[in-house]
């Protein structure tokens, strides 16, 4: 096996690395969800809009949506702890402009800067703990507890928010970050020790600039459109701009030898169809949680504390059931996970969008336990299989692309839905209307996205394995990606018989001083004679 990433100091404790990196995305994932539970109260206080609450939710996730892939290469060029702990300081000294905000435009810009400390934090989180986790098997638990603990904080905004919001009005949902931070910089600081991966690309400078304004001005179109007309001259001319800077985005990456997005990662289709897979992940539940708190106080007359314990359903669900669902992915598979974890929200949201003003709360409660738990079941193992993908000497960027795949739907889920309802109301529908119309789109989204992953996943066949006895010169996979329900199984056999190897999805050059094809990826860390190329980051031949 190739050298690892350098590391300074001793190995670190791995159950304070995995408390401090679950923790710290802990905080980054609440304040996803804390956010909406106060809206209301928001909405009365600082006299806005819709549109308004939209730019508050979006202001961060699309920062944090953005900038991810590119946090993702500093941890390992400059350091996973080092860049880690700077991205918890800045949320936490940006969660205390939110809560100090006097006007909708100071709130939004302590929102970008919480975002930007998020997407700093966030894949440097996952990178300190694949490191610190080399045995594929291993790898493939912590990953599950890391997604699966620290996801439950998307799960208890709701009800954080309701009660903290109801007690002390919504500047609190920011200031529950300050001891959060406090604790994480103290212990970070004395028991965390640094690691990086020394042949990390250089960042992509135009590549994360074209990837911020493409999808900004997308969201500004959606956003926006409602309010303006979907035909007035601005918004046609933001989705045209949009359209232009994501072609340019994808024609620079092409181009370039260390993209911010190697495209060629996707030709591996695990990797592809969790990425993809996380995107309705995050336009379902963030769309859909976006107007929770709003149904229960706008149609059904709860209070903001009412509203956000109304919640608790789906909050326990994805409590109970988050932390095992990395557990039932190693012994069931990727693809009977995700895709019984996707039918099961798509159902419960459906379910929701049948909800009306005078419907009672016991036939509200299951809809959302069952949306929860389907939420749930899809988190984790979708994390695992994207960094499983590609091996843990890129798991900053493996982290990054799953963790942007999945804000970049957050953005896209309440922009669009918040469209949905727009569209309703302008056509002389109620709001609650516009709420069942929201909550029935996001549902039927998801069930197709099942769909398409279960047969997706299933359609991935065994990848061929390559010999590593002897000097000779690898042979090219030319087989289709690993199948994904068999890679735990490829996993422990490699763990357990040291003359297996793991697969190579190829291609891959005969010796380190090739120049790579454009646009190929990474290969999968293999054993000797292959080595790392220390010019170009990609596995080769050690043979000449």
Request: hydrophobic share 50%; glycine share 12%; aromatic share 6%.
């Amino acid at each position: 096996m190739a050298a690892s990433p350098v590391a300074s100091g001793g190995r670190p404790n791995r159950a304070v690395l995995l408390a401090v990196t679950c923790l710290g995305q802990f905080m980054v994932l609440l304040d996803n969800t804390i956010v909406g539970a106060a809206l209301p109260d928001m909405q009365h206080r600082l006299h806005t809009r819709l549109t308004g609450l939209q730019w508050i939710v979006d202001a961060y996730v699309l920062l944090v949506a953005m900038l991810l892939l590119s946090g993702g290469v500093f941890a390992d060029r400059f350091g996973r702890k080092r860049v880690y702990l700077a991205g918890v300081a800045v949320f936490t000294v940006a969660s205390v402009v939110c809560s100090l905000a006097p006007s909708l435009g100071w709130l939004i810009v302590g929102r970008v800067l919480q975002g930007i400390g998020a997407a700093a934090s966030s894949p440097a989180s996952l990178a300190l703990l694949v490191a610190a986790h080399p045995v594929p098997q291993e790898r493939v638990k912590a990953i599950g507890l890391w997604a699966g603990l620290s996801g439950i904080g998307l799960a208890a905004g709701p009800v954080a928010g309701g009660v903290l919001t109801d007690a002390f009005g919504w500047p609190a949902v920011f200031l529950v970050n300050l001891p959060i931070g406090a604790v994480l910089l103290l212990v970070g600081l004395r028991r965390l020790d640094e690691s990086r991966n020394p042949s990390a690309p250089a960042i992509d400078i135009p590549g994360t600039a074209l990837s911020v304004l493409g999808v900004g001005v997308l969201t500004y179109g959606l956003i926006e459109g409602g309010a303006r007309g979907w035909t007035s001259p601005v918004i046609l001319g933001c989705f045209t701009a949009a359209a232009a800077l994501l072609a340019a985005f994808v024609a620079v990456e092409a181009r370039r030898s260390a993209p911010m997005l190697p495209l060629g990662l996707f030709r591996q289709r695990l990797f592809t169809v969790s990425n993809t897979a996380m995107v309705v992940v995050g336009f379902a539940l963030m769309g859909s949680s976006f107007f929770f708190s709003q149904f229960f106080v706008y149609v059904q007359g709860s209070s903001i504390l009412r509203a956000g314990l109304q919640t608790l359903p789906l909050s326990l669900a994805m409590v109970i059931v988050s932390p095992y669902a990395g557990r039932l992915a190693a012994r069931h598979g990727f693809r009977t996970v995700v895709t019984t974890g996707l039918a099961l929200a798509g159902l419960g949201l459906v379910a929701l969008g049948t909800v009306h003003a005078d419907t009672g709360y016991g036939n509200v409660w299951w809809r959302l336990a069952v949306a929860g738990t389907g939420f749930a079941l899809t988190l984790s193992p979708l994390t695992g299989a994207a960094v499983q993908a590609v091996g843990p000497q890129e798991g900053g960027l493996a982290s990054g692309v799953s963790s942007t795949t999945r804000q970049i739907g957050a953005v896209l889920g309440v922009a669009v839905l918040g469209a949905v309802v727009r569209a309703r109301q302008a056509g002389g529908s109620s709001f609650e209307t516009g709420l069942d119309s929201a909550f029935l789109v996001a549902g039927a989204v998801t069930l197709v996205t099942a769909v398409f992953t279960g047969l997706g996943l299933a359609r991935s066949g065994p990848a061929k394995p390559v010999s590593a006895e002897g000097p000779a010169a690898p042979r090219r996979s030319t087989g289709p990606d690993p199948d994904p329900d068999a890679v735990t199984a490829s996993d422990k056999a490699s763990d357990s018989s040291p003359s297996q190897t793991e697969a190579v999805p190829g291609p891959f050059p005969p010796h380190p001083g090739h120049t790579p094809p454009r646009g190929e990826a990474p290969c999968h860390p293999i054993r000797p004679p292959f080595t790392r190329c220390p010019r170009t980051s990609v596995w080769c031949s050690s043979s000449p």
